[in-house]
């Protein structure tokens, strides 16, 4: 059967600063996605990372659902209701508009969504990340879609080893969605050249080129780029179809034991190491450090089994230990060098404003007259 699988992700408030959200307005939320069960979705999940509030929806009417949709965001209205009646900060940070009109894409929340023909077993990954930007997911999925040394499904797997095409996505571009696709691995080195830049280009979507099926979907929401401000970090969702025709789950999951850096952190405007967590996990340390968390579902006929909580288990302990030793040290620079993100990525305006100020102050130096090189034969 076709299904689609939809999650919407919003912060709309939070307890202590950038932390994390309340028992009352998870319970909001939840209560209102609930109404869609009424003839709408056939299933849904309700969870969050840091912040973030993740809905999770399952039903039969495509992508870019405007009823869908509607529901997500109604859901998330009436969560700023009850953060605003809580006094909660950042209520309603992410909806960047007073109204909706169709779909919610490029209207603050992040979107991941795609529709498939369900296999007799259907297990995928949603993993949900915090206080970093869309970009933090390229090297995973490069090392898990394209790098043997990650992946042995690519050497012993007959229905991956055709490899896989790349979507990626120039964030950068405000006038429409600029994508390229890229097949691996015969444009590996081009590939790479472009998932370097996080800020830039981002992984939209990962197709099987032996089946043609979907893989993966990455929300690619800039929100400076449709605020024109800083209004947080952009805290990407992502889904990933794993086993069989894709790689396994912990093919998908190893790379995050790197603990990679990425942008984000503090005031959005950082580099910190990506840290797996448990779903639920709050934020703390330098507002962060950026986490990611990853919940297991098989979907059967339209409808989830209970999650699996997939950076629980005490492996990534160990992970969690380096990622913190790792956000320290980079600390430690303050802002310095790579400690920080470049002037083009900085989301807050204080710096641009400095840099204006300073400006005027700047003279240019004339330049100093040099005197030709005295040779014998000159002189002769």
Avoid at 95 to 103: E, F, H, Q, T, V
Wanted: net charge negative.
């Amino acid at each position: 059967m076709n299904t689609t699988l939809s999650v919407i992700k919003a912060d709309v408030g939070s307890i202590g600063g950038h932390v994390a959200p309340s028992r009352q307005l998870l319970d909001t939320v939840s209560r209102h996605v609930a109404h869609g069960l009424d003839g709408l979705l056939s299933d849904y999940f309700v969870g969050s990372t840091g912040d973030d509030i993740a809905i999770l929806m399952v039903h039969d009417r495509g992508t870019g659902n405007a009823a869908v949709h509607e529901l997500a965001w109604d859901a998330f209205r009436a969560g700023t209701e009850a953060a605003r009646g809580q006094g909660l900060y950042g209520a309603g940070q992410d909806l960047l508009i007073d109204s909706l009109s169709g779909n919610v894409k490029g209207m603050g929340p992040a979107v991941a969504e795609f529709e498939i023909q369900e296999r007799s077993n259907e297990p995928f990954l949603m993993f949900l990340a915090d206080k970093t930007e869309p970009g933090a997911y390229n090297l995973p999925l490069y090392l898990a879609f394209a790098d043997p040394m990650n992946t042995a499904g690519l050497l012993l797997t007959p229905e991956i080893n055709k490899g896989f095409r790349f979507r990626v996505q120039d964030v950068n571009y405000t006038d429409g969605d600029r994508l390229i696709d890229l097949n691996a691995p015969e444009d590996l080195y081009d590939l790479a050249a472009l998932l370097r830049d996080n800020g830039r280009f981002v992984v939209e979507s990962i197709w099987s080129r032996h089946h043609g099926d979907q893989a993966a979907v990455v929300s690619t929401t800039r929100l400076q780029n449709i605020a024109g401000k800083y209004t947080g970090k952009d805290d990407p969702v992502m889904l990933v179809r794993v086993q069989k025709q894709f790689p396994a789950t912990g093919e998908i999951l190893a790379p995050f034991g790197i603990a990679h850096y990425v942008g984000g952190f503090m005031r959005g405007s950082h580099v910190g190491p990506l840290m797996p967590v448990p779903h639920g996990t709050t934020c703390s340390y330098f507002d962060g450090p950026p986490i990611v968390s990853c919940w297991g579902f098989c979907v059967h006929e339209g409808r989830l089994t209970e999650p699996m909580d997939l950076f629980q288990h005490p492996f990534w302990d160990l992970v969690r230990t380096r990622a913190a030793d790792k956000a320290m040290e980079i600390r430690r620079q303050g802002f310095s060098g790579p400690a920080m993100l470049p002037y083009s990525e900085l989301e807050y305006g204080g710096i641009v404003h400095i840099l204006e100020r300073l400006e005027r102050r700047f003279s240019i130096r004339a330049a100093r007259t040099v005197e030709p090189l005295r040779t014998a034969e000159s002189v002769s």
